[in-house]
């Protein structure tokens, strides 16, 4: 039989037949205000349909033995998803599974693919379970039907889902293992993780997991991904092999030898011999001279990748379980979980300070800052998210305090808040609108004001800004991934030049 499905109605055709037949069909629970009909509909192997609703409900097709369908709800909860500002699903059959994958998007005009996600469909449970993996298979995924092939037999890595999009003619690969993203033609091979990675400079972070006791820290806790892609387990120290004479060197020679380590790798592996060379690191703060740039994807292995020596360091991480990393700062990052959990973390020295959960009806989608590390006290957490075109929800906490601010701003222009960063600069934080303008909070004065450039300058999901020597720099970046235009903002003025 070969089914269409269309508005309210079905229309089949089976071999034989001279004619398409066309049948009426109702959902049964349907809210009078809410148009719902069927959207999307596969067939297993079984010969059972399964379908989805514009209102995401799932669906048995069945097929009496008069040849009629009918229509019956399956009446799962809605799986739980990653706050997104809009989504795509799709049902994919794979040996006799039926999966939901569920593409999330970000940016003011909801383009850019932020991160997939798979769920199963558990029948007996009748509900749908989130799964990290799809074994050796690999899904094709369309809006006008998915298929699920194995790898083995294709050449192709599994555990990943392809599919593209109407807003390019890219081709997307989705790693469900590493939870990277990567795209294809006309740029080959852009990788990119699930979640912006996050350039993290550490503080003094080298000293701290240095001067834990190495019989504490497990072998799979730290690994070394080398330039060849290659993981390397970092052995347990074994001191019995190593010499004697190397055991009581002199502490100071020892520290001597530890300050003339450049390398952040040299510097891990250093401190890793024993206990004697971890107890030589030095107390003075001691910080690399350039970010390493971290990579999240919910689970709880972290990764730090270091961008001069082109050395990955890959920790499990337990707090990072489910959790998104909104802003990093001095070795502090400010983390989200769920809809309403904030709180500091410190992944080198695993220190946690939790923050007031957020308003219940704050936006999912806020950009967050802070001014200070959370140790001062003169920290201030600051989120933004745009609620309207016309109007921004503001979030803000001073550390110690026990609820979150939230006012509303008014823009007298047309102002979404850009999927990027927030600059914290001299008392203010700035946020890059998603077509051409500036905006700025005022924490002296609690003041919403929105800066006007002379000329348009856009770049709806990739624009970045920056504070460098007292300056506030933004960075345009195009859909090949050039620079397109950077412009800079005059302090003493409320225009960008």
């Not at 201030?380 to 109007?391: D, K, L, P, T, Y």
């Amino acid at each position: 039989m070969v089914l269409f499905v269309v508005k309210k109605s079905f229309l089949t055709w089976q071999l034989g037949d001279k004619k398409w037949t066309k049948q009426n069909y109702e959902l049964g629970r349907t809210h009078p205000d809410t148009e719902e009909y069927i959207d999307k509909a596969i067939s297993c192997k079984d010969g059972i349909i399964y379908a989805l609703t514009t209102q995401s409900v799932a669906v048995i097709i069945d097929r009496k033995s008069c040849g009629t369908l009918s229509v019956r709800s399956l009446d799962f909860p809605r799986p739980r998803f990653s706050e997104t500002i809009r989504l795509e699903e799709e049902l994919v059959e794979s040996r006799g599974d039926i999966y939901l994958v569920v593409i999330l998007y970000v940016g003011h005009k909801a383009i850019q693919v932020a991160h997939v996600e798979v769920f199963k469909m558990d029948l007996y449970k009748k509900v749908w379970v989130k799964v990290e993996s799809i074994g050796h298979q690999v899904f094709f995924v369309a809006q006008c039907g998915s298929i699920s092939l194995p790898a083995t037999n294709l050449g192709l890595k599994g555990n990943c889902i392809y599919f593209s999009i109407s807003a390019d003619d890219l081709l997307y690969v989705f790693d469900l293992e590493d939870g990277n993203l990567s795209n294809y033609l006309p740029c080959p091979n852009l990788a990119t993780p699930s979640f912006t990675p996050f350039w993290y400079l550490p503080n003094n972070w080298l000293v701290e997991i240095q001067k834990e006791d190495v019989n504490t820290v497990p072998k799979t806790e730290l690994k070394i991904e080398m330039a060849d892609n290659k993981f390397a387990t970092v052995e347990e120290p074994v001191e019995e092999s190593i010499g004697f004479r190397w055991i009581n060197l002199p502490m100071d020679i020892l520290r001597s030898i530890a300050m003339c380590l450049h390398s952040s790798a040299d510097f891990v592996n250093f401190g890793r011999v024993c206990k004697s060379f971890a107890s030589s690191i030095p107390q003075s703060p001691l910080t690399t001279q350039y970010p390493q740039l971290m990579f999240s994807n919910r689970t709880s292995l972290c990764s730090f990748c270091d961008p001069m020596h082109n050395v990955t360091y890959c920790f499990d991480m337990p707090d990072l379980l489910g959790a998104r990393i909104r802003f990093s700062k001095d070795g502090w990052c400010l983390m989200s979980k769920g809809d309403y959990s904030m709180f500091f973390f410190n992944p080198f020295t695993k220190v946690t300070v939790t923050l007031p959960d957020l308003p219940p009806k704050h936006s999912p989608n806020d950009g967050f800052s802070f001014t200070q590390v959370p140790t001062s006290p003169d920290c201030i957490v600051f989120g933004i998210a745009g609620i309207h075109e016309f109007f921004v929800q503001i979030l803000y906490l001073h550390l110690g305090e026990d609820a979150w601010t939230q006012e509303y701003g008014e823009n007298e222009v047309e102002f979404f808040p850009s999927n990027n960063n927030l600059v914290f600069h001299d008392g203010a934080f700035y946020c890059l609108g998603a077509e051409r303008y500036l905006g700025v909070f005022d924490l002296r004065d609690d003041k919403w004001t929105i800066l006007l450039t002379p000329e348009p300058c856009s770049s709806t999901q990739k624009n970045y800004l920056v504070e460098s020597d007292g300056e506030i720099l933004s960075v345009f970046v195009g859909r090949e991934g050039n620079i397109r235009k950077d412009a800079k903002q005059d302090l003493f003025s409320d225009v960008v030049r």
